[in-house]
Nanobody, 124 residues
Protein backbone atom coordinates (compact mmCIF):
# COMPACT_ATOMS: atom_id res chain seq x y z
CA UNK A 1 0.00 0.00 0.00
CA UNK A 2 1.40 3.36 -1.04
CA UNK A 3 1.50 5.91 1.75
CA UNK A 4 2.69 9.49 1.84
CA UNK A 5 3.49 11.48 4.94
CA UNK A 6 3.83 15.24 4.65
CA UNK A 7 5.26 17.46 7.34
CA UNK A 8 7.00 20.78 7.93
CA UNK A 9 4.23 23.33 7.72
CA UNK A 10 3.96 26.26 10.07
CA UNK A 11 3.54 30.00 10.40
CA UNK A 12 6.08 32.51 9.16
CA UNK A 13 6.24 36.15 8.27
CA UNK A 14 6.45 37.32 4.70
CA UNK A 15 9.93 36.88 3.33
CA UNK A 16 10.59 33.88 5.53
CA UNK A 17 11.29 30.25 4.66
CA UNK A 18 9.91 26.82 5.38
CA UNK A 19 10.86 23.34 4.25
CA UNK A 20 8.22 20.72 3.69
CA UNK A 21 8.97 17.01 3.64
CA UNK A 22 7.11 14.14 2.03
CA UNK A 23 8.09 10.56 2.83
CA UNK A 24 6.79 7.87 0.54
CA UNK A 25 6.44 4.17 1.22
CA UNK A 26 4.92 1.18 -0.50
CA UNK A 27 6.27 1.68 -4.00
CA UNK A 28 7.68 -1.46 -5.58
CA UNK A 29 9.78 0.39 -8.16
CA UNK A 30 11.46 3.76 -8.64
CA UNK A 31 9.25 4.67 -11.55
CA UNK A 32 7.09 7.25 -9.85
CA UNK A 33 6.78 10.97 -9.47
CA UNK A 34 6.07 13.10 -6.40
CA UNK A 35 4.21 16.36 -6.67
CA UNK A 36 3.44 19.18 -4.30
CA UNK A 37 0.08 20.89 -4.35
CA UNK A 38 -1.66 23.55 -2.36
CA UNK A 39 -5.20 24.57 -1.63
CA UNK A 40 -6.06 27.98 -0.29
CA UNK A 41 -9.38 28.57 1.53
CA UNK A 42 -12.24 28.64 -0.93
CA UNK A 43 -10.05 27.72 -3.89
CA UNK A 44 -9.22 24.63 -5.85
CA UNK A 45 -6.18 22.45 -5.42
CA UNK A 46 -3.26 23.64 -7.54
CA UNK A 47 -0.05 21.91 -8.52
CA UNK A 48 3.16 23.78 -7.76
CA UNK A 49 6.04 21.39 -8.36
CA UNK A 50 7.01 17.80 -9.09
CA UNK A 51 10.08 15.57 -9.27
CA UNK A 52 10.69 12.20 -10.82
CA UNK A 53 12.11 9.58 -8.49
CA UNK A 54 14.15 7.81 -11.13
CA UNK A 55 15.41 10.71 -13.24
CA UNK A 56 15.18 13.69 -10.89
CA UNK A 57 13.40 15.76 -13.49
CA UNK A 58 11.65 18.73 -11.93
CA UNK A 59 8.94 21.16 -12.88
CA UNK A 60 7.59 24.31 -11.24
CA UNK A 61 4.49 26.38 -11.60
CA UNK A 62 5.33 29.95 -12.52
CA UNK A 63 3.90 31.21 -9.23
CA UNK A 64 6.76 29.60 -7.31
CA UNK A 65 9.60 29.56 -9.84
CA UNK A 66 12.71 31.12 -8.36
CA UNK A 67 11.39 30.90 -4.80
CA UNK A 68 10.66 27.21 -4.23
CA UNK A 69 13.02 24.30 -4.81
CA UNK A 70 12.03 20.66 -4.92
CA UNK A 71 14.59 17.97 -4.17
CA UNK A 72 14.75 14.31 -3.35
CA UNK A 73 16.73 12.12 -0.97
CA UNK A 74 16.16 8.73 -2.50
CA UNK A 75 17.91 6.91 0.31
CA UNK A 76 15.26 8.27 2.67
CA UNK A 77 12.39 8.04 0.16
CA UNK A 78 11.76 11.68 0.98
CA UNK A 79 11.03 14.67 -1.21
CA UNK A 80 11.55 18.18 0.07
CA UNK A 81 10.04 21.50 -0.91
CA UNK A 82 12.22 24.38 0.18
CA UNK A 83 10.09 27.51 0.19
CA UNK A 84 11.89 30.85 0.32
CA UNK A 85 10.69 34.43 0.06
CA UNK A 86 7.26 33.37 1.19
CA UNK A 87 4.33 35.65 0.50
CA UNK A 88 0.92 35.92 2.17
CA UNK A 89 -0.62 34.48 -1.00
CA UNK A 90 1.37 31.28 -0.39
CA UNK A 91 -0.90 30.61 2.58
CA UNK A 92 -2.61 27.28 1.99
CA UNK A 93 -2.79 23.65 2.97
CA UNK A 94 0.05 21.89 1.17
CA UNK A 95 -0.24 18.30 0.00
CA UNK A 96 2.17 15.86 -1.53
CA UNK A 97 0.98 13.22 -3.93
CA UNK A 98 2.42 10.48 -6.11
CA UNK A 99 1.76 8.90 -9.44
CA UNK A 100 3.32 6.11 -11.43
CA UNK A 101 5.59 8.04 -13.74
CA UNK A 102 3.97 8.64 -17.10
CA UNK A 103 4.95 12.23 -17.85
CA UNK A 104 6.00 15.36 -16.02
CA UNK A 105 2.82 16.92 -14.71
CA UNK A 106 1.45 18.91 -11.82
CA UNK A 107 -2.19 18.33 -12.73
CA UNK A 108 -3.85 17.11 -9.53
CA UNK A 109 -6.20 14.75 -11.35
CA UNK A 110 -3.24 12.76 -12.68
CA UNK A 111 -2.06 11.80 -9.20
CA UNK A 112 -3.36 8.67 -7.56
CA UNK A 113 -1.93 8.69 -4.07
CA UNK A 114 -2.25 11.56 -1.63
CA UNK A 115 -0.81 12.38 1.75
CA UNK A 116 -2.49 14.42 4.42
CA UNK A 117 -2.10 18.16 4.18
CA UNK A 118 0.14 20.44 6.17
CA UNK A 119 -0.81 24.04 6.85
CA UNK A 120 1.42 26.90 5.76
CA UNK A 121 0.48 30.37 6.96
CA UNK A 122 2.37 33.46 5.85
CA UNK A 123 1.59 36.71 7.59
CA UNK A 124 2.30 40.15 6.22
Amino acid sequence: EVQLQASGGGSVQAGGSLRLSCTASGFTSDDYQIGWFRQAPGKGRLGISCIGRSDGRTYYDRSVTGRFTISSDNAKNTVYLQMNKLKPEDTAVYYCAAQHYLRVTIAPNEYNFWGQGTQVTVSS
